[in-house]
């Protein structure tokens, strides 16, 4: 059997993913690793098997890739934008590195189709921050912008010369109730709606007018996962597709908050994240996504918010919160 391979699993994206590909394909068709694994890692109805795998290790990834006849792996292990900034020696091996060893074990097997996120980091300060186009300016400044700009020519290369089939998104911000972000530059997004419900209030580490786009983890599941199902002939792009769904500042998630959670107070203190998040988009065009492999988002700023609350609150009362 030709099973799903995720490296990064147990991170904010990788354990929704994994709960996806585990209900869609069964358990025992999804190889769940990490570089620490949590301690429920192989509980319930979850994967099929869970490995430590650190992605710096190529012979490692090989192995594993070659131990459980993979056929499709979801690479998602990476250090990202804000803690990155904090090491960038070791951001740039495992972002690059990591990749570079998913990809060359995915060589070695015929027809494994490979997805790898980058970021709306890829952009820089030169690229339009409105509606910002799918192909155009990209001189990111922070080695997480940087790793992942070249991680989409990599993917490209593998492409063209190897016949790798890497697909990937450039994600938004991701915004979820599930697993905690993991030290990025619009994690306040999700630690407001934290804060909100334990602590009545928060203060953003960003400008109360800051805009970025964002995404909810439903439609960014879907998106993975749709991209990853079209037929090869329909892509006009392999790495970097531009995904949209709604672009708000802090000071607008706030004010929807507050709607739900009366006397919520948010303030702003802008940190060294807040040169970060300006040298990004505002919104973004995703008019080529939409065509070539109908992606379509389901939640807007609204939309999301009662349902994160939800979700937040039901947790609040299992005593998981
Ligand atoms: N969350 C977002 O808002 C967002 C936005 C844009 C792009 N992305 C991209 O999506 C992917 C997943 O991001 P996430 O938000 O789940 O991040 P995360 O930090 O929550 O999870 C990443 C996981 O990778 C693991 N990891 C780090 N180094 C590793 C190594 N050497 N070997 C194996 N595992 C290692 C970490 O332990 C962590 O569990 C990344 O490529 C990230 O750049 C995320």
Redesign the pocket.
Known sequence: MKRILI??A?????TELTAALCERHGGDAVVA????LPQDAASGDGPGAVER????DAAAVADVVHRYEIGAIYH?????SARGERDPETTWQ?NMG?LRNVLNAARQISGCRVF??????AFGPETPRECTPQDTVMRPTTM?GIS?VAGELLGDYYFHHYGVDVRGIR????ISSG?P????T?DYAVDMFYAALTKGGYTAFVREDCVLPMVYMPDCIAASLKLMDADLPALSHHNGYNIASMSFSAGELAEEIKKHVPGFVCEYAPDERQSIADSWPRSIDDAIARRDWGWQPQYDLAGMTVHMLNELRRRQEAGSL
Do not use: C, E, N
């Open positions: 490296t990064g147990f991170g904010q994206i990788g690793t990490g570089r620490h795998l650190d992605v710096i998602l292990a990476a250090i990202l495992i990591g790898w996120p980058s970021s709306i980091a997480y992942k994600y938004p911000g991701v697993s972000p993991g030290g990025g619009t």
